[in-house]
């Protein structure tokens, strides 16, 4: 693994992580939809909660039949990066959520596109600039205190961060 994204993966913890707003937290590209970064950082278990390798998942058809399709979330991500609801549904980490609201916003005077999903006691959020994808997620059921609010105020909090670095 490379300095920088060792670097990138205790910055995704310090800000998203270690107050305890969110279970786990990606940094990526808005151009490829790829994470770079991912916490928390410890046994690399970020990873293994904000993605999963393209696979074969069984998915309704209009028809009402079931075929198999493959699942690329990182094409999915990027599509989401850009403000679309993916055809296929939104996955992360092999568990689909449902898009709730895509909305643009503003940090620091630069136009952000802000995306909230969730499943049942656990959500995404996610803020995309033009050079980084930044996404926190939440789970209810393992840390009370994980909600939405909290989880977008410190999302929104590190894209601030980001965009006065230039990212």
Do not use: H
């Amino acid at each position: 693994m490379a300095e920088e994204e060792v670097a990138w993966d205790s910055t995704v913890q310090e800000w998203l992580i270690d107050e305890g707003n969110c279970v786990a937290g990606a940094l990526g590209d808005p151009a490829t939809g790829t994470f770079y970064a991912a916490a928390p950082v410890e046994g690399e278990a970020g990873w293994a909660m904000v993605y999963k390798e393209p696979y074969e998942q069984m998915l309704a058809q209009e028809d009402g039949s079931e075929k198999s399709e493959t699942i690329d979330e990182s094409a999915i991500m990027k599509e989401v990066a850009e403000g679309k609801r993916p055809a296929k549904g939104f996955w992360v980490a092999g568990e689909k959520y449902t898009i709730t609201r895509q909305e643009e916003d503003e940090v620091e005077g630069k136009a952000v596109k802000v995306t909230i999903a969730g499943r049942p006691k656990k959500g995404i959020v996610i803020y995309t600039t033009e050079a980084s994808i930044v996404m926190g997620m939440f789970d209810e059921a393992k840390v009370a205190t994980q909600n939405i609010g909290n989880c977008r105020k410190v999302v929104a909090a590190f894209t601030e961060y980001l965009v006065q670095a230039g990212y």
